[in-house]
């Protein structure tokens, strides 16, 4: 399953820079910096601007004239030797054999789509956002395959994965490469989501990915996370078959929008800057995570909780008591866990508007109501 980005022919290259240089005259330099260093740019294909009559879709070329990109942070730690964690009375994964190599699972969002089994049939038709001349899944398979070059070159096993999840597929880390579209073209920016139930490893992830990724592409943060994210379907393991392990660290990553034509000048016309920048963010977690610490693997098991009061409790949007107030829940409401910070809960009421907001943990009290019914299946 393991891709590498093809060395085109210099023609190719020498064309494709051609036309970055192209872009550039025509759209003027993009400000964008790559820290460490700024990776030699080549563009994808020429970067339009929405008033730029859109040619016929085509495959972006990969024209990578053999730059050597910004050289991503250390090399991963060796893999561990250490002993295992601290017997406690939940289970925790086995840490991976000494030589192990590391493995990252890359997805390709929508790539492959017609292919899904059954159980995800009604995702087939999912093509993902389309504008500008550009199907959302030719521009993921193109970062993608740099981000994998990028990965093995430092050692890494990759799996370039399409639409469809290898059942049960487990690495050291996994990440869902999406972009975004909207009707207005008004929005920007770049999100990421972790699933429902997030491990310390998942939450990780996702913060060094967040950094590594505004570093080397300067797009701005969309904090709008939505249920269509966290409700993924290849994080859905407890339903799913085509999943991966719950023990997977796993973000999805929407790298911006390909309906705002600041984001595609720097998703397609810098393409090299946003796999540096997911590169760099999987690098560092596989740095920087302890890798015996086989308890920050497990999502959390939270049951399921109702209001302690009679008034019943508010629903804010962000865990502090002066937070906007999203809904109020009766007393006989019931609230799903996802998460636990500062002594608030994250989560979503039963029923009603798909609303995920924190509520104040001492405001609530454990039920035995089964699990919820999760979210629908979604696609990003
Ligand atoms: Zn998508």
Not at 101 to 120: A, F, N
Not at 203 to 214: C, G, I, K, P, V
Not at 325 to 338: E, K, M, N, P, T
Request: net charge neutral; aromatic share 6%.
């Amino acid at each position: 399953m393991s891709g590498r980005v093809s060395r085109k022919p210099m023609l190719i290259a020498l064309l494709a820079i051609a036309m970055g240089v192209l872009a550039l005259l025509i759209s003027g330099p993009t400000p964008v910096a790559a820290p460490p260093a700024p990776p030699t740019k080549v563009a994808l294909a020429a970067a339009r601007t929405s008033d730029t009559p859109a040619p016929a879709p085509t495959t972006a070329p990969s024209a990578t004239a053999a730059p050597s990109p910004t050289p991503a942070p250390d090399l991963p730690r060796a893999t561990p030797t250490a002993l295992p964690p601290t017997p406690s009375g939940v289970p925790t994964p086995t840490p991976r054999l000494a030589g192990t190599m590391l493995r990252v699972g890359i997805q390709v969002g929508h790539w492959k789509s017609s292919e899904l089994p059954d159980e995800l049939a009604r995702l087939r038709s999912s093509s993902g956002a389309f504008a500008g001349g550009y199907h959302e899944a030719d521009v993921n398979l193109e970062i993608a395959k740099r981000v994998v070059a990028l990965l093995e070159s430092r050692g890494l096993a990759v799996d370039l994965l399409p639409a469809t999840i290898p059942p049960g597929y487990d690495a050291d880390a996994f990440v869902a490469i999406h972009a975004d579209g909207s009707s207005s073209g008004n929005s920007r920016g770049f999100k990421l989501a972790t699933p429902w139930r997030t491990s310390r490893a998942s939450q990780m992830l996702l913060d060094l990915l967040t950094t590594a990724y505004s570093n080397a592409t300067g797009l701005p943060q969309d904090g709008a996370i939505t249920f269509n994210m966290r409700g993924y379907y290849a994080f859905n393991n407890r339903r799913r078959e085509h999943a991966i392990a719950k023990t997977t660290p796993a973000v999805i990553i929407e790298m911006g929008f390909l309906t705002s034509a600041a984001d595609r000048a720097v998703i397609i016309g810098q393409p090299d800057n946003v796999a540096i920048g997911i590169a760099n963010g999987i690098i560092r977690y596989l740095n920087e995570r302890d890798p015996n610490d086989g308890a920050a693997l497990l999502p959390p098991d939270f049951k399921t909780q109702r209001p302690i009061s009679t008034d019943g409790l508010d629903v804010r949007s962000a865990p502090r008591d002066n937070a906007q107030v999203l809904r109020h829940v009766d007393s006989d409401g019931r609230l799903f866990v996802f998460q636990e910070r500062d002594g608030w809960y994250q989560g979503f009421v039963r029923g009603g508007s798909r609303i995920l907001g924190w509520f104040r943990k001492d405001q609530v009290t454990e039920t035995n109501d089964p699990l919820p019914t999760p979210p629908p299946l979604t696609d990003s």
